[in-house]
């Protein structure tokens, strides 16, 4: 098992311009989750979803859009990037309600200029 | 909403006992983890307690819990150099997508 991968691991943007980042799992979990690390603030939640084809807003979701068109994807959007989007993010999945553990991806580190 | 704080930095010798410390404030929080951070990755669970309890031991960790006063505590017994990272206490309640909820992490530093 690859467990939890997210594509790019890297990227610079500009203001403005638009990405999308790909977290996949190969573990056949439900539940997958979107976060950004920043420094002295934690992990804080962006989106997540339950299951395919649903998604729901986290704690930060303000410029960032979800999309889980397979239950085995959990893509993040960024329709127009700010510098304020710069942070390191991380893609994490459980398997559902029994489990007590989230499997993390290693992370993207997006800076936006 | 819920919170979990946690203080930024320790600093401790190669061999001697490391406690870092954390307060929640969601009461119906069901599971409590420590996670660890190393330099570049993600984060990997090393420990949690179920909230029924009150200490779990697991070779060189220990974790407490005070339900009463919404404490927990990890304890690394010997530390080593390569215990230093970041350790990450998370809470995860009943309701919403069984969300976990992260403390700002505290960044242990050993020192040879």
């Known amino acids: 098992n690859a467990g939890v991968t997210q594509t790019p691991k890297f990227r610079v943007l500009k203001t403005g311009q638009s990405m999308t980042l790909l977290c996949a799992q190969d573990?056949?979990?439900?539940?997958m989750y979107w976060y950004r690390q920043d420094p002295g603030m934690g992990l804080r939640l962006i989106h997540y979803?339950?299951?395919?084809?649903?998604?729901a807003k986290g704690e930060v979701p303000d410029g960032y859009n979800v999309s889980r068109l397979k239950k085995q994807n959990f893509l993040l959007g960024l329709e127009s990037a700010a510098p304020s989007q710069t942070s390191v993010y991380f893609c994490?999945?459980?398997?559902?309600?029994?489990?007590?553990?989230?499997?993390f991806g290693p992370g993207t580190r997006l800076t936006v200029t | 909403g819920e919170d979990v704080e946690q203080s930024l930095f320790l600093s401790v010798r190669e061999g001697d006992s490391s406690v870092i410390n954390c307060t929640y404030t969601d009461s119906s929080s069901t599971y409590l983890y420590w996670y660890k951070q190393e330099p570049g990755a993600g984060l990997q669970l090393l420990t949690y307690?179920?909230?029924?309890?009150d200490m779990k031991q697991d070779q060189r960790l220990t974790v407490l819990l005070n339900k009463k006063d919404k404490h927990l505590s990890l304890r690394i017994a010997d530390t080593q150099t390569g215990d230093s990272a970041i350790y990450f206490c998370a809470e995860r309640g009943r309701t919403g997508g069984f969300k976990t909820i992260f403390g700002a992490g505290t960044r242990l530093f050993v020192k040879a």
């Open positions: 994490a999945s459980t398997p559902g309600t029994v489990s007590y553990e989230q499997y």
């Open positions: 979803s339950v299951g395919e084809g649903t998604t």
């Open positions: 573990m056949n979990h439900e539940y």
């Open positions: 307690i179920f909230s029924n309890m």
